[in-house]
């Protein structure tokens, strides 16, 4: 208990600036959902979908690759430097080639006027990439207070510089059009600019980011040993590929929206379908912090003779928690979440969002299942398991996208199915074959139970129908005292065990 105390701890740390983040950026859906139209915003998430790609490609799985030598090798900073010095080269050699080709970059894409756009995001993506293992270090060596400190100033610039280029300066240049003030403004503001003012607000975060590691990056040895790099390459060049698969189950629909339905709705339901999908944020946020914080825990937790008795609880507690999240998002989505975080325009997709809720809650199960094959080496079996869900992803998305307005599943309807059965299949799959290299004994019962009492307990709220706003949500709320009392009824003999 004391191991699975001490991973909750951390995973709140790191929960921290994710939860607060979160809700701090997502405090911005509102805001781009009216500001802009549903098309303008389909097109800012069809240029993030391409940086979660390439992000995959520039860090060619050196994180874990870190972790695992990070725990081997008696020379950590040997480790650190080999690594940092890799992701330098390959990012500074990313940034000149998609500078000097941003215009056919642009073309290709189908966004020729926008070439600004590529250059931007190759900074971003390159700036992101070298910071990627200092934030691994810090990670490995519980440092979970500076990074957590560095990850929400990352978050507050690039809050406060969508605000006030997106809202104060237009209400400067509105409201006193001739005072010191607005001419200030017009020094560093266009009119004509609108979504670029996100993608330059993301831009200076990530900038001023990497400014903040300095200390650590500094601090390296800047020494590359190739006997141990061609080792860790070898060990990441599989979990490259389970990346790059990886980012096609979970950003690719958007693009495939895009290009697979007819180019005078398409971007307006790509705006649709990613406002709704941010409705998971609550799910996002948990996964987040928690992978944060689990997968250093998972190799140093490797060493102890208990650790797949620790692996078991934690993936019996972190059923409960994603069960409970999925059922708070539900049973208030209509009556707060929706009315809150959502533009009218975009609430047209409500219907995608428990599909979406699920299908993000099978990738948290997987991604505790993965820890198997990293454990024991065997990292091409994360490059099958993320070619499988996206060799389903792909297939059922130009299946279902393109399909007649008809029928039931269509565009982004196509795609979060899709979605769903790409990671169950995942979820299921990996189980199956992890049991065969390296068994843990998971409580099934359980995994089913809390969930089948979640969905079950959602099931009831769609079919009991309250009139008044007052009396609807005292029942939404009993159903969640339910089902609290069905978890604290099973784990209490476990609960009442555990020393604070």
Same mark, same amino acid.
């Given at each position: 208990?004391?191991?699975?105390?001490?991973?909750?701890?951390? /995973?709140? #740390?790191?929960?921290?600036?994710?939860?607060?983040?979160?809700? %701090?950026?997502?405090?911005?859906?509102?805001?781009?959902?009216?500001?802009f139209l549903?098309?303008? &915003?389909?097109?800012?998430?069809?240029?993030?979908?391409?940086?979660?790609?390439?992000?995959?490609i520039?860090?060619?799985?050196?994180?874990?690759?870190?972790?695992r030598?990070n725990?081997?090798e008696n020379?950590?900073?040997?480790?650190f430097?080999?690594?940092?010095i890799?992701?330098?080269?390959?990012?500074i050699?990313?940034?000149?080639?998609?500078?000097?080709y941003?215009?056919s970059?642009?073309?290709f894409?189908?966004?020729?006027?926008?070439?600004i756009?590529?250059?931007?995001?190759?900074?971003?993506?390159a700036?992101?990439a070298?910071?990627?293992?200092?934030?691994?270090?810090?990670?490995?060596?519980?440092?979970?207070?500076?990074?957590?400190?560095?990850?929400?100033v990352n978050i507050?610039?690039?809050?406060?510089?969508?605000?006030?280029?997106?809202?104060?300066?237009?209400f400067?240049?509105?409201?006193?059009?001739?005072? /010191?003030?607005?001419?200030?403004?017009?020094?560093?503001?266009?009119?004509?600019?609108?979504?670029?003012y996100?993608?330059?607000?993301?831009?200076i975060?990530?900038?001023?980011t990497?400014?903040?590691?300095?200390?650590?990056?500094a601090?390296t040895?800047?020494?590359?040993?190739?006997?141990?790099w061609?080792?860790?390459?070898f060990?990441a060049?599989?979990? %490259?590929?389970?990346g790059?698969?990886?980012?096609?189950?979970?950003?690719?629909?958007r693009?495939?929206?895009?290009? %697979?339905?007819?180019?005078?709705?398409?971007?307006?339901?790509?705006?649709?379908?990613?406002?709704?999908?941010k409705?998971?944020?609550?799910?996002?946020?948990?996964?987040?912090?928690?992978?944060?914080?689990?997968?250093?825990?998972?190799?140093?937790?490797?060493?102890?003779?208990?650790?797949k008795?620790?692996?078991?609880?934690i993936?019996?507690?972190?059923?409960?928690?994603?069960?409970?999240?999925?059922?708070? /998002?539900?049973?208030?989505?209509?009556?707060?979440?929706?009315?809150?975080?959502?533009?009218?325009k975009y609430?047209?997709?409500?219907?995608? #969002?428990?599909?979406?809720?699920?299908?993000?809650?099978f990738?948290?199960?997987?991604?505790?299942?993965?820890?198997?094959?990293?454990?024991?080496g065997k990292?091409?079996?994360?490059?099958?398991?993320?070619?499988?869900?996206?060799? #389903?992803t792909?297939?059922?998305?130009?299946w279902w996208?393109?399909?007649?307005?008809?029928?039931?599943?269509?565009?982004?309807?196509?795609?979060?199915?899709?979605?769903?059965?790409?990671?169950?299949?995942m979820m299921?799959?990996? &189980?199956?074959?992890?049991?065969?290299?390296?068994?843990?004994?998971?409580?099934?019962?359980?995994?089913?139970?809390?969930?089948?009492a979640?969905i079950?307990?959602?099931?009831v709220? /769609?079919?009991?129908?309250?009139?008044?706003a007052?009396?609807?949500? %005292?029942?939404?709320?009993?159903?969640?005292?339910?089902y609290?009392?069905?978890?604290?009824?099973?784990?209490?003999?476990? #609960?009442?065990?555990i020393?604070?």
């Open positions: 208990m004391n191991a699975i105390k001490r991973l909750a701890g951390q /995973t709140a #740390i790191y929960g921290i600036p994710s939860i607060l983040g979160r809700i %701090l950026s997502y405090l911005l859906v509102p805001l781009y959902t009216r500001v549903p098309e303008e &915003y389909g097109n800012v998430n069809v240029f993030y979908s391409y940086v979660s790609f390439l992000m995959i520039l860090t060619y799985g050196m994180e874990t690759t870190f972790f030598f725990e081997k020379d950590k900073e040997k480790v430097s080999t690594g940092m890799s992701l330098l080269i390959t990012s050699i990313f940034l000149i080639m998609v500078s000097f941003a215009g970059i642009a073309r894409i189908d966004y020729a006027n926008y070439k756009y590529v250059i931007w995001f190759a900074w971003i993506l700036l992101d070298i910071a990627s293992i200092p934030f691994a270090r810090l990670r490995a060596q519980n440092k979970a207070r500076r990074f957590a400190t560095i990850k929400m507050i610039t690039n809050i406060f510089l969508n605000l006030f280029f997106i809202l104060l300066c237009p400067i240049l509105k409201s006193f059009g001739n005072s /010191t003030a607005a001419h200030l403004v017009k020094l560093i503001y266009r009119t004509d600019w609108g979504i670029e996100i993608f330059i607000s993301n831009l975060a990530s900038g001023i990497l400014l903040m590691l300095f200390p650590e990056i601090a040895k800047w020494k590359i040993h190739p006997d141990l061609k080792k860790m390459l060990y060049f599989p979990l %490259l590929f389970a790059m698969a990886g980012i096609v189950n979970e950003t690719f629909d693009l495939l929206l895009r290009y %697979l339905l007819p180019k005078d709705i398409a971007t307006y339901q790509v705006g649709i379908y990613t406002a709704c999908y409705i998971s944020i609550l799910m996002t946020i948990f996964i987040q912090a928690y992978r944060y914080a689990a997968e250093p825990f998972f190799f140093a937790q490797a060493k102890e003779k208990d650790a008795l620790v692996y078991a609880r993936m019996d507690y972190f059923i409960i928690v994603v069960s409970l999240i999925f059922l708070v /998002t539900m049973v208030y989505l209509d009556d707060i979440i929706l009315n809150t975080l959502v533009g009218e609430r047209e997709g409500r219907g995608v #969002i428990p599909v979406l809720m699920l299908a993000n809650l990738l948290g199960v997987y991604y505790n299942l993965s820890i198997w094959y990293k454990l024991v990292t091409v079996w994360g490059a099958w398991f993320s070619i499988f869900g996206a060799v #389903i792909l297939v059922l998305n130009f996208i393109p399909l007649s307005p008809d029928h039931m599943i269509y565009g982004y309807y196509g795609s979060a199915w899709a979605t769903f059965i790409c990671y169950g299949a299921i799959v990996c &189980y199956l074959i992890g049991q065969r290299f390296f068994p843990i004994q998971y409580n099934l019962l359980k995994f089913f139970g809390y969930l089948g979640a079950l307990l959602y099931f709220k /769609t079919i009991v129908v309250i009139d008044g007052i009396l609807r949500f %005292l029942f939404h709320s009993l159903l969640l005292i339910i609290l009392g069905i978890v604290l009824a099973v784990e209490k003999p476990k #609960i009442l065990k020393k604070i």
